[in-house]
């Protein structure tokens, strides 16, 4: 029991030493002995808050701390004298009132320390029992017998719930924090069922899945989360004005009405909208993931509920991610004429796989850095065959997507995967594009001391013109806290860089390519068999280092010396696999697709060859002006002289096509 000599002494100063002396208790001390044993334990300051613990708050507590009608927490009551009680200064993991057949009522501390080890608690107190003390396991009333606690046991309410008179529940409830909902559903990302956890037990190729119109044509983790994916849909449709305005204007011309596209992107709610809004323009869609920790299973099932054939899931393998674009691309009574692609993979499968079929394409739109720079490539190589619409490069991709979504989305992604604490970070962004700019520009806001690497001059003038210092990343990787890749590049960051990388360091990509950070995954005996043989220790899957999965899509990465990094998606787009993007930022990537596609697949013989093309500046326009009704902005409409003077069309472009916003 704790010894106050003045119950209304001042609360203690930090570092004061609380005793704590057990010792017997009447006749339920049993065996503990009749001599004291005492413990001291530091002991910090509590805020004056902590006063409102007392119990004169509690009904049935009279302001003296006695529990009227309860002999057995006559003891108890000593903990509640005055302000400066143990009870109000320990820290308490949760109260519960609890019913039993002797008494009314009864105050207990609730633990999940199992009742049987209590006494065994006491009769081997020890240093190391201090933490349980100051939790509620040794500080609990002891007046009462062995057969009380299991009589009490017997009537016991919910764990967490408070017992009121009358068999009631209070709303309140209290949770242990080993098992809090909240540290559970922090695992999932972007999932309000927690179905994008990657651990389910069997793969979806394994499973016989029917919709309820008894089709069978998809492919998704769970089919029966659709109504949950759903809900996300509708939610996603309600900050998407551009994409739904286009939708309900074309809905009568059906500007698609033949197509058949296969699409290979990120499936999350978002796509989702584009999906359906292809579909009601008058298209015929497959659809694939572009990215193996993406998807939102629950999303991906409510799209297979409306027919649609869906052929993705959350932690897919290398061979499920060719095997789900392989079923989009290759089927029996369906002829693809379109391409939606984001990184290429769809197009380079057809070119690969199946030439002849891709010659019969009527064009491809593209939306990411890398499946441009394939397109390019093929361009100058002679190789591409059909026309082109490079979306990544529109006005509106590049600086609502790229700059804006991205500048909101590494934060959510680095605070959901990490909690980390971003103020007074160092930081290294590696690449200051548009997608650099807006990382740039969010860390630093929260306080982060921020570097950049470059390769291009002119990007690298902008760093140091916005006040950030360019270096190297060999000059600076001793000393960086988090480090971000957003170049599109391969290797850019290397064993060797992350070999100099201080413990705790975390490590992502913000680029679309998972080239950027040289994880290699060797999932196979002959694959690991033939990196020994080549004897290439640059990645970081080799017998050296050891992993540890902490959550989904975070992993730490251990050095023999004890350092540890940690790793997010395993190398890949981190803010679509540990987080999400703004819906109305996708919302205008959404309506420069459409457009594109639209423009690709009505346009006469002859308008595009065989080659890349960047959209035209009106339709940039034009997918701005769908979005201005948000903000309720008024535009201002030149004059007819004005107009005249410089040149322009009062309906637009206002700028010619080599214009840089």
């Known amino acids: ?32 002995g009749h001599h004291e044993r005492t413990v001291r334990f530091i002991y910090e300051t509590f805020d004056q808050g902590m006063e409102d613990l007392t119990m004169k708050n509690v009904p049935g507590v009279e302001e003296n701390g006695n529990i009227d009608g309860t002999r057995e927490n006559a003891h108890a009551s000593a903990f509640q004298r005055g302000n400066d009680s143990l009870e109000a200064r320990a820290s308490i993991k949760r109260l519960e009132f609890k019913r039993s057949r002797n008494y009314r009522r009864s105050l207990q501390f609730i633990d999940d320390t199992p009742d049987s080890q209590i006494d065994e608690d006491f009769g081997n107190f020890s240093p190391q029992t201090v933490g349980k003390l100051v939790s509620g396991s040794i500080l609990r009333s002891t007046e009462g017998k062995q057969k009380d606690r299991e009589d009490s046991r017997e009537d016991e309410k919910e764990e967490g ?3 009121v008179p009358g068999g009631g529940k209070s709303r309140r409830r209290y949770r242990s924090r080993s098992l809090s909902q909240s540290s559970t559903d922090s695992y999932s990302t972007s999932s309000y069922t927690g179905s994008s956890s990657d651990e389910d037990e069997a793969s979806p190729r394994e499973k016989n899945q029917k919709n309820s119109k008894g089709s069978t044509d998809f492919c998704v983790k769970n089919i029966s989360q659709s109504a949950f994916g759903r809900r996300e849909i509708e939610i996603a449709e309600q900050e998407m ?3 739904m305005a286009l939708r309900k204007r074309a809905a009568d011309d059906k500007p698609l009405k033949g197509a058949k596209i296969v699409g290979c992107t990120h499936i999350n709610a978002q796509t989702a909208v584009l999906i359906e809004t292809l579909v009601e323009l008058g298209a015929s ?25 869906i052929f993705a899931w959350r932690g897919e393998s290398e061979e499920d991610f060719w095997w789900c674009i392989d079923k989009c691309i290759n089927t ?37 850095v890398t499946g441009v720079h394939r ?15 490079n979306v990544n490069d529109s006005v509106t991709k590049t600086m609502f997507d790229n700059l804006y979504s991205c500048r909101e989305s590494i934060i959510d992604s680095l605070k959901r995967a990490t909690d980390v604490m971003f103020g007074g970070k160092q930081v290294v962004v590696c690449g200051y594009g548009e997608v650099g700019k807006g990382c740039c520009q969010a860390l630093k806001g929260l306080g982060c001391t921020v570097y950049v690497t470059e390769i291009d001059p002119v990007c690298a003038l902008q760093a140091c013109m916005d006040g950030f210092r360019v270096m190297k990343l060999s000059e600076v990787i001793r000393q960086v806290d988090i480090l971000v890749t957003a170049t599109g590049n391969k290797n850019v960051v290397t064993r060797d860089h992350m070999d100099k990388m201080k413990n705790g ?38 017998p050296d280092l050891t992993w540890e999965k902490v959550r989904s899509q975070v992993d730490h990465v251990l050095w023999p010396d004890g350092k540890r990094i940690i790793l997010l998606a395993e190398g890949r787009l981190v803010n679509l696999s540990c987080s999400s993007v703004p819906s109305f930022v996708v919302s205008i990537t959404s309506c420069t697709q459409a457009l594109a596609l639209i423009e690709l697949f009505n346009a006469p013989a002859g308008r595009y060859k065989s080659d890349v093309y960047l959209l035209p500046k009106k339709m940039d326009e034009y997918v ?25 069309n009062k309906a637009g472009p206002f700028k010619p096509n080599y214009y840089r916003y």
């Open 624 to 648: 701005a002006s769908l979005h201005l009704p948000t903000f309720d902005a008024h535009l201002t409409e030149l004059s007819d002289e004005q107009a005249k003077y410089m040149g322009l």
């Open 241 to 243: 004005p551009g994409i």
């Open 375 to 389: 397109l390019y490539q093929l361009s100058k190589a002679g190789k591409l065959t059909v026309p082109a619409m």
């Open 285 to 309: 869609v497959r659809w694939s993931a572009c990215n193996i920790f993406s998807t939102q299973n629950e999303v991906a099932a409510a799209l297979a509920e409306a027919d649609h054939p």
């Open 1 to 32: 029991m704790a010894d106050h000599d003045d119950p209304q002494q001042s609360p203690m100063s930090q570092g004061e030493e609380l005793e704590v002396r057990s010792g017997s208790h009447g006749k339920g001390s049993k065996d503990r």
């Open 332 to 368: 029996e009574n369906w002829q693809p004429n379109m391409i939606l692609d984001d990184g290429g993979d769809a197009t380079h499968l057809m070119l690969k796989k199946y030439p002849a079929m891709f010659k019969m394409i009527k064009g491809i739109c593209e939306e990411s």
């Open 505 to 542: 360091a975390i490590v992502c990509n913000m680029g679309h390519s998972n080239t950027e950070i040289d994880v290699e995954s060797l999932n196979t005996p002959e694959l690991v068999h033939e990196k020994k043989r080549r004897n290439n220790k640059n990645s970081l899957r080799t």
């Open 161 to 163: 719930e408070l017992a």
